[in-house]
């Protein structure tokens, strides 16, 4: 090596695989006259690379920043390199797959601009070719099936690169160089169109078939990028009603593909930020304000007054949008029956999706593990994610300390698991709900392809304390220490992680349910937390659940157990106030309650925020039951918004009295004052839109006092918010501005779910620091 030379070896982790890092890293090394070579490893990247001294350290300065969008550099070290490195020439060098350390690796990305051109343009050889990609843009995680990650170890495995396609590959000067899922007409994946019963039907253009069959109405299923969607006209009740019928689904709301941003324009209002979301890279569902001039059928959102919108992520999806004979936007949800997981396979999709669909669109791309579209809104000034899948999973979550490996398995709904270690954590994508037999499944072999693929084996599980939870038994059946957290402080913590808080903070969780050992059920908490402990310092002031479960369902239980709550077991007798349409509800099932109540018979008492805007709504004429979860809050949130009278807490007019009283668990937020003003309001006819802004005003106003009074005898000044009703836009932007005009810091969930979707990153981390906080000081950490 000459006098003014050095080498150095450069290890780089985070998401530096299947993003276009190599090929980037080459052209720099070759800008720079640089010799040397880079590698794949299952731990990261590995770059040796010597010569001139200035010219290295304007390389390694470069290095983090010039980078390609899509990479995400986690930690960068460099040492000096004493090993022989080549006398010439930069290389890319095949990748070794025994190196020591966590690989990431990169999630699906949207079409880019630049395919999208070639896509469009009949110069080009791959013009209207429905698996277009590059380095920038297609499938990587749901292709996936060994790191590190190259071709051989993808589903693209078994197409052969045809010449073009392959010079593309080698060249370093190429969009394509390096890009593992490349391919063309002449050597890639291709589409086929199928009958209802699966039947291929060879002599028609694929496309065509599935434009017509759109436009006469029929529900299609289609192969995308991690599984099917069932598409169906959006602007057509008749569809609508179909596929909600086929499906199982007759409320829950539907998300829409448009097939660009001005179409979305003619349905939703569309700010900046929620523009530069949906035409981002990730390119997930956006919930959207819809415009009442929208032509979008009703049955889309029943109830409800936003819409979830997506642009076309995939070339198939682009293609589909730009036949003549496609609608113009459609609805494209789960390729499921309800509940279940999303079909990934034409074999399974024509097993279970042969009685919803009249036609399927598929390609023979293998997707190796399926995943949904993530959703997410924009509220309290940032993108916030209500589900983390498509274009975010498996991108790594920095832990604010080191911790030995750990599993986390979630709750029941809206299941994840995570796998944590060291400073980082996988999460994984969201699976759905384990009460479904093929849920539970599916969960167990994500958890298997997850733990094979990036060497993961976890010293000990951590799980929620709902002794019958299916998460929970999973955890228990692994033959691992078993550290069981309170569901509330796993919401707690999560957002903690996110946002690296290290020192105790204050939380205020509004859920709809969450075990505790006290036999009650929480889930409208003010807590004390750190990662290791968790202390109740307020709270909803608890209400009968009388039948249990089943009062999830049937939410005029719920405005029973409100009234019950105000004026005794002779509610109905004492000639105040019912509900206008309490009569619809048979009388002995109304007396029953009210017995079961009085006896303490299967009514559990709970604390829950999601019960009681279940109860309100019910209360003040909501549907008295629900057929999915949410569903009687979001019709009461969409109520409140429509009073238009701006943020609860901040322009308040004080019209329900905030009480609060101390009591052994906490300080507790009374609801006489509330219930007596909405009883009152109704009796005086008030809108219900105004009842329902007044209630989410008095909600925020009352935690805000707890909130305040909590911080000035603990000396905290940190709260964090999560919990499943924390979905809700009102009471978000609420909840932070309140906050912050006391001189509190709120912290709120953005890149994690605030549901049980972001549950098991919080479980990992409290049974991670417990586990540390163990061996320091050699007390069970269980």
Known sequence: MAADESAVRVTIKGTVQGVGFRPYVYRLAEKYQLRGSITNTSGGVVIRVRGAVGRLESFLTALPKECPPLVSISSMTCEEDGEPVPVTGFAILPSIDHEVGRPIFPPDIALCAACRHELHDPADRRYRYPFINCTNCGPRFSIVRSLPYDRHRTTMAKFSLCPSCSAEYHDPADRRFHAEPVACAACGPRLSWHDQTGGVCASVDPLAAAAAALRAGKVVAIKGLGGFHLAVDATSSAAVNRLRERKRRPHKPLAVMAGNVDLIRLHCRLSPEEEKVLTGPRAPIVLLERLSESSLAPEVAPGIDDIGCMLPYTPLHELLFSHAKAPEILVMTSGNLSDEPICRSKEEA???????????????????????????????????????????????????????????????????????????????????????????????????????????????????????????????????????????????AAVMVEHKLKDPTLAVILDGTGYHPDGTIWGGEVLRVDYLS?????????????????????????????????????????GGWLPVNWKMIDSQRRRLVTRMMVRKINSPLTSSCGRLFDGVAALIGGRHHVTCEGQAAMELESLARRAGKGVPGLESSGRYPVSLAVRDTGRVIQLDGLLAGIVEDCRKGVYATDIAWEFHDWLVRSLSENVKLAAAETGIDTVVFSGGCLQNRLLLAGCAECCRITGLKPFLPRRIPANDGGISLGQAAIAGARLVAAEKSSVPYA
């Open 534 to 574: 968790c202390e109740r310092v307020g709270h909803l002031e608890p209400i009968f659940l009388p039948g249990g479960d089943r009062a999830v369902q049937e939410p005029w239980r719920l405005a029973a157990a409100l009234l019950f709550q105000q004026r005794g077991a002779g509610y109905e007798d004492d």
């Open 350 to 492: 024509f097993d279970r999706l042969s009685g919803l669909a009249d036609g399927f669109l598929v390609h023979d791309r293998e997707i190796v593990l399926a995943i949904d579209d993530s959703v997410g809104v924009c509220a309290a000034g940032s993108f916030r994610l209500f589900r983390r899948a498509r274009g975010y999973v498996p991108g790594p979550i920095s832990l604010p300390f080191s911790m030995p490996p750990v599993l986390a398995v979630g709750a029941e709904l809206k299941s994840t698991f995570c796998l944590a270690g060291q400073r980082e954590a996988v999460l994984s994508q969201h699976l759905g709900d384990l009460e479904d037999p093929r849920t539970e499944s599916f969960f167990r072999s994500c958890y298997d392809h997850f733990k094979n693929l990036l060497g993961f084996e976890p010293r000990l599980v951590a799980c929620d304390l709902h002794p019958d939870y299916r998460s929970t038994r999973f955890a228990r059946s692994l033959e691992l220490p078993v550290v069981e957290v309170q569901h509330h402080h796993a919401h707690a």
